[in-house]
Structure formats: C-alpha cells, structure tokens
C-alpha cells in the first residue's frame, strides 16, 4: 500500500513538473516565456499555428495543444468603432464620423469601450468553449488608409484624407484598444490595416484584389507610409498587408515593406497577418506566385506571420503548404519559430497564459458594458462632436430662411428612415431599441 502510494505521489509530482513550464512562470519577462513557449512546439504544431488565423470551418481558430495546456485561440475579431459581429454591442459612429471630431481624447474613449466590450465578451465566450469568429481579442482595427477617391468603396472606414490627422487618431485609438501602456497585460491587441496604398478601386476598372498601386517613393513616405509609423509607435501589437501590389509586389509577399520598413526601420516587434486570402490572391489576381506551396513560403519570407484565409475548403489555406515546404527542405524549422513567436508573445500579454486573479480583465462581463450609460452617453457625444457645422458664406442661403414663420422642411432620402444604410460598414449589430430614425424623430 505504501509503495503505491509512493507511486502515486511521484506521478503526481512528474505530472506537476510538467505543467509548470517556464512559459507560464509570471515573474520571467515576456521574451523569454515567448521563447520557451515556441521552443516545445512541434514543426505541424507551428504550421498550423500560422495557418489559422482566418475564420470559417476551415481558417481557425488555432488550435488547442493540449500537451502544454494550451486552448484554441480566434485572431478573426473585427473592432473598428465596438464590438463587431459578435452579438449585441454598443455601436459607436463610423470611423469617419469619429475623424470629423478632430478630437484624440474621443478616439482613445472609444476605443477603451470597444476594448472593454471585445474583452467582456472573451471572456464569455471562453467560458462557454466557444472560439468562432469575432470571439478573440486580437483586433483588426483602426483602419488608417487614406481617402484618396470619393468613390473608393472603403473611405467610411477611413480617419479621412490627411496622413497626419490618420496617424494622431489611430494612434489614440490603438492606445484604447490596448489599455494604459504601463499595464502589465492588454485589454486588447489592436492591429493597423491595411498596409500599404490601399486606396481603391474596389471593383471598376480594377478588382482590390488585384489592383496594383504605382506609387512614387515620396508619395509612398508622405502619405501612405506616416500613418503607420504612428501606429507602429503607439504599441499597435500587429500590422494588416493589404490586397493591393505596390508597383508589381503583392503587399503580402513585399520584404521591402515588411520587413525593410516595418522591422528595420521602424522596429515593429508583433507580428504580420494578411488580409482575408490576400496570399491566395497574389496567386489568383495578381499572378505573381505559381502556386500555393510557392506563395507559402514567399509570404513567410517576406515577413507574413499569419494567414488570414478566406477559403471554402481546407486544401486552399496557402500556409497549410508549409509543412511541404519544410519536408522538401524549402524553408526551416527556424523560420517557423521565428514566425509563430510574436503570435505567442501577444497572447502571453493578453494574460491567456497565466492565472485569471493576476489579470484585472480577466474578470469582465459583458452586463457591465454592453450598452451601459456610460457607453451609450459616449456614443451620442462623439456622434454630436462630429457634426459639422457650415458657415453661410456669400448669401448661399437666404437670410433668415430657418427662422421664416411656416416653414416645411422637405426629408429627402433613404438615409431619413432607413437604419440599415446608417450603420455602415464594420457596425456592431443592431439592437433596435436603441435606434431612432431621423424622420420620425423630426416628426415628433
């Protein structure tokens, strides 16, 4: 009987030492548990932690390695102005709303609310082993393109025009997103997009998806390149490579940008995700890779650490084709670690790695935020913020025209009654509730 228990005890003591990797030791500093972590992953284990990062059946989550204890994670999370696709959430005005404030300490607001809704709702939807889209904390968001054509289909999604304007906003977004940057973990993890040129056309005369951008080198570091640098500056813990070439070279496969720009000159540390299927694209549209395997191993290279794929079935996620590539000898183990390493350095600062009472986020529900006062009040005041007022010069407008006794005002438009076109693009869902329609509240 003593020996068996003997037994037992010792089991129970290898077990433990097992479970106590130096990863998950809080008092090591990140690069190093970052570094132990990527160390005790196989080669398949590594590919396939930078071959999900997309949503759907078969681009994510990344998935569970359960010999260390590891649970899947979802990096598709859409956080552009709240809580997007991922059920009820307080929406704030689009990004180009929230530009026309002109007003930082609004962007930074916003993005603390839509940080502390995104992580409320992890932290639920972890709870409930739910790991589908929009459930992560890993934000693609703040959009900082620039407006360039009036009819580019994406401008509402923008901060506008002007690359200094774009930089300070996203910067102050990116700053909410994540939290105090002194705080030892992140609210969220805000990703910049799209980098770079990514301007239109959307789809006349050209696709997005394989438009090619023919940029001089001072516009590219006057106005396409500024934005992002700020982003990079303010702690943004990844970058987003768009659809587009830039002057022949797919975003995604550009080593220039990625790594000539993003990591030697501006020593970005986090990590590179494509656009949804951008790497299947370089190979479809822009024709610039023969094949999936060649696109694989020409993204890593370039400096992609994530594929975000868009496929409908598992055989097109292109960074699937890493595991070819390291059994023919293409490309090493190394490289794949080297990849995946800013992946797990930004979960380790999210807090997934270490015990929930040492993380004040950790505790957040979604009743605390979701449409609470202090979001809904937030929302009204950067919307009334936003508004521009016109002076009227010149005598466009007759004098004392508002003001005449018995005046009508004609509402024209789909806009006065219809919410759905209010909304815009990458809006939180709609709770009806809380709506109220112009014209009907001009009636009133």
Request: charge should be negative; aromatic fraction near 10%.
């Given at each position: 009987?003593?020996r ?5 005890l ?12 130096p ?8 690069p ?76 930074g ?15 639920d ?54 939290g ?54 303010a ?24 790594r ?10 986090g ?55 390291l ?13 995946a390493?800013?992946?797990f ?9 270490d015990?929930p ?12 935020f ?5 979001h ?11 508004l ?57």
């Open positions: 009987m003593l068996l228990l003997l037994l037992l010792s089991l129970a003591a290898a077990c433990q030492a097992d479970e106590d990797f990863f998950r030791n809080v008092s090591l500093p990140w190093d548990r970052a570094d132990d972590l990527v160390g005790r992953l196989t080669a398949q284990e590594l590919v396939q932690q930078l071959a999900k990062g997309g949503g759907g059946p078969f681009g994510g989550p990344a998935p569970a390695i359960a010999r260390l204890g590891i649970g899947p994670y979802q990096w598709n999370t859409e956080c552009l102005r709240g809580a997007v696709k991922s059920g009820q959430a307080t929406s704030f005005p689009q990004a180009v709303g929230l530009a026309a404030t002109f007003d930082p300490d609004i962007l607001q916003v993005g603390r609310a839509t940080g502390l809704e995104v992580r409320a709702k992890h932290n939807f972890v709870a409930k082993g739910d790991y589908g889209d929009h459930t992560g904390l890993t934000c693609f968001a703040p959009v900082i393109n620039i407006l360039r054509h009036p009819l580019w289909g994406r401008n509402q999604e923008t901060y506008g025009e002007d690359p200094h304007l774009s930089g300070v906003l996203g910067a102050a977004y990116v700053g909410g997103l994540q105090n940057a002194t705080d030892r973990y992140l609210l969220t993890g805000a990703g910049c997009k799209h980098f770079a040129a990514y301007d239109g056309p959307d789809s006349y005369p050209e696709s997005r998806f394989g438009f090619n951008a023919l940029v001089s080198q001072q516009d590219l570091e006057q106005t396409f390149l500024p934005q992002f640098r700020r982003c990079v500056e702690g943004s813990v990844s970058v987003m490579c768009s659809y587009n070439a830039i002057n022949g070279v797919p975003a995604c496969a550009n080593a220039q940008l990625l000539g720009v993003l990591r030697e000159r501006w020593n970005f540390t990590y590179v995700v494509s656009d949804a299927g951008a790497l299947e694209f370089a190979i479809l549209f822009h024709k610039y890779f023969a094949d999936r395997l060649s696109s694989a191993i020409g993204s890593l290279r370039a400096g992609v650490n994530l594929d975000l794929s868009a496929c409908p079935y598992e055989s097109c996620v292109v960074f699937e084709q890493l595991s070819v590539a059994n023919t000898s293409r490309i090493s183990e190394a490289e794949l670690r080297a990849a390493w800013p992946l350095l930004a979960r380790l600062r999210l807090g997934e790695f015990p009472a040492l993380n004040p986020y950790s505790s957040l529900r979604p009743d605390q979701i449409q609470s006062a202090a809904r009040a937030l929302s009204l005041t950067a919307a009334q913020t936003s521009v007022l016109l002076k009227n010069l010149g005598g466009f407008l007759p004098d004392g025209l508002i003001k005449r006794p018995g005046l009508r005002l004609g509402v024209v438009g789909p806009l006065s009654d219809d919410m759905s076109l209010v909304y815009g693009d990458y809006s939180p869902n709609r709770m009806p509730q809380f709506e109220q329609p112009l014209l009907p509240a001009l009636k009133e």
